[in-house]
């Protein structure tokens, strides 16, 4: 089903089909674009649910066996459904348990007048949350795509806070021997340089933020120690830079000599795993990434389906 952004998704659990016609005429006449469905059994809600998405949800706590569970099971589903529980008196001290349920109000159905500004009410926070998941996704696109812009370099760069990797591009990985920035996190720089370009890292990154102007170092003469031992001569670029709206110190490595068996090594490594040769998670992540994006812009579903290798470690 098309979805309009200014159309109301109303799911109605009343058993009178009256009734819940008189509150789909009162919220359009209210000027609010409905399109409602009434379900006059509360075994009929798991259905609904796994058809669409609904915007609201108005129960007649008169006409479920447990109204509270009912908002216990759509909050449960994950989904951004509001609870409005229609009640036929005023009863003051029934309110709170409906409320710690989940319900978003308690209103009496016959005052016409609150009915309408409760929906009025839950349709613009609606529209409030769906913008605030609307500018997550762009800026979870944003990191994205700066994060890609990196893993698409063909520079080694990394991030480094307190002597340590907080982020390592495919190139940087690569080159260095690893597959997972989990590992990188890890690792201290120091224990990727050999003694002597340890003790120059020292020198040129002790008290860098303190300069009064931290400008970028070029061209610094380090050699680069691999995870399996091999040490490489580099050119190492050191710039002030931000991750996570932290300060951070950005490290760009370069060969010293252009290695072509090494640069094709590197892109071959950059979304393979080198142990099964399949598809690494930074490949993984981005496909997900994607995924969640479509799911959220264009309201669409999707699954995973996660399968594992008994005994995996063992085979390793």
């Known amino acids: 089903m098309s979805r309009s952004n200014e159309t109301l998704y109303l799911l109605i659990l009343d058993k009178s089909q009256n009734d819940a016609e008189r509150l789909i005429s009162l919220l359009r006449n209210a000027g609010i674009a409905t399109r409602a469905k ?60 409906h409320l710690k349920a989940g319900a978003k109000d308690v209103v009496v159905i016959d005052n016409e007048p609150h009915v309408v500004a409760v929906v009025k009410r839950e349709v613009e926070n609606l529209k409030a949350r769906k913008r605030l998941r609307q500018m997550d996704v762009q800026l979870r696109d944003i990191e994205q795509r700066c994060e890609l812009l990196l893993d698409s370099s063909k520079d080694a760069i990394a991030y480094i806070n307190d002597g340590m990797h907080i982020y390592a591009n495919s190139s940087y990985l690569a080159f260095l021997g690893y597959d997972d920035i989990d590992e990188m996190i890890c690792i201290p720089v120091l224990d990727t340089l050999d003694t002597a370009s340890q003790e120059r890292f020292k020198d040129v990154s002790k008290n860098f933020f303190e300069r009064e102007e931290t400008e970028t170092l070029e061209d610094l003469k380090m050699t680069s120690v691999r995870e399996d031992g091999t040490e490489i001569p580099v050119t190492m670029s050191l710039s002030e ?76």
């Open 38 to 97: 009434q379900i006059d059994d509360e075994e009929l809600l798991d259905d609904m649910l796994a058809q669409q998405t609904w915007d609201l949800f108005l129960a007649r706590a008169s006409d479920a066996e447990d109204i509270d569970q009912l908002t216990v099971k759509i909050q449960q589903n994950d989904r951004d459904t509001p609870v409005v529980i229609l009640v036929d008196t005023y009863d003051s001290e029934g309110i709170v348990p």
């Open 241 to 316: 830079a931000s991750y996570d709206s932290e300060r951070c110190l950005q490290i760009v490595l370069r060969p010293e000599e252009d290695n072509a068996e090494l640069q094709e090594k590197i892109k071959q490594m950059s979304q393979m795993d080198l142990l099964t040769g399949l598809y690494n998670r930074q490949y993984f992540m981005e496909q997900l990434h994607n995924a969640k994006e479509a799911a959220l812009n264009e309201h669409n579903q999707f699954s995973i389906l996660y399968m594992a290798i008994d005994d995996f470690q063992q085979i390793k």
